[in-house]
């Protein structure tokens, strides 16, 4: 069964500092795709990136990067000089995708919460 | 534009009373999926739709129903609502990711704040 943890309850930066959120995975399958989503305080929720099994390129979009590293099963996501607008709840998630093409489930980690202060 | 739309946003009823959550999106998108939000519990997948007539059960599907008719519409089905399903709901869409790129975009809608007394 698959299975996604986000150890870090609760992180609490200071304004331009660098944070890490970690996310760690577990699934049997060697075709999977892991994904971050962001929940601002305002509720909505925000898709930031998919990313497939195959591809163990670290992705950078600005000032959010993504490290996957398939040997210690880890899709971790830094922040780069952070602001008080990345304050939210991060999802990470993880899809398994089943050779027989049937099974798309999309399994969440508990989420962390960041925040920001000024 | 872009978007994934969902109704009602707020919702209180009490148990029993059939309801139906509609879900809508313009993009043409073959996968579209249903999650509840709880507090301590986090994200759950509820039901899922890689394309018309095709669907399947997520993490928790029971009290639930769905269809997919139509490519646009994914209307959750509540047939006898209870008070544990009180809960924020989330519909989403996207392009099937078997066959997307990385870099599609999955499509959220604004919630749908359901209480059942």
Known sequence: AQKVTQAQTEISVVEKEDVTLDCVYETRDTTYYLFWYKQPPSGELVFLIRRNSFDEQNEISGRYSWNFQKSTSSFNFTITASQVVDSAVYFCALSEWDSGGSNYKLTFGKGTLLTVNP | ?117
């Open chain 2, 1 to 117: 534009e872009a978007q994934v739309t969902q109704n009602p946003r707020y919702l209180i009823t009490v148990t029993g009373k059939k309801l139906t959550v509609t879900c809508s999106q313009n993009m043409n998108h073959e996968y579209m999926s249903w999650y509840r939000q709880d507090p301590g519990l986090g994200l759950r997948q509820i039901y899922y739709s890689m394309n018309v007539e095709v669907t399947d059960k997520g993490d928790v599907p029971e009290g639930y129903k769905v269809s997919r008719k139509e490519k646009r519409n994914f209307p959750l089905i509540l047939e006898s609502p209870s008070p544990n399903q009180t809960s924020l709901y989330f519909c989403a869409s996207s392009l099937f990711w078997g066959t997307g790129r990385n870099t599609d975009t999955q499509y959220f809608g604004p919630g749908t704040r359901l209480t059942v007394l």
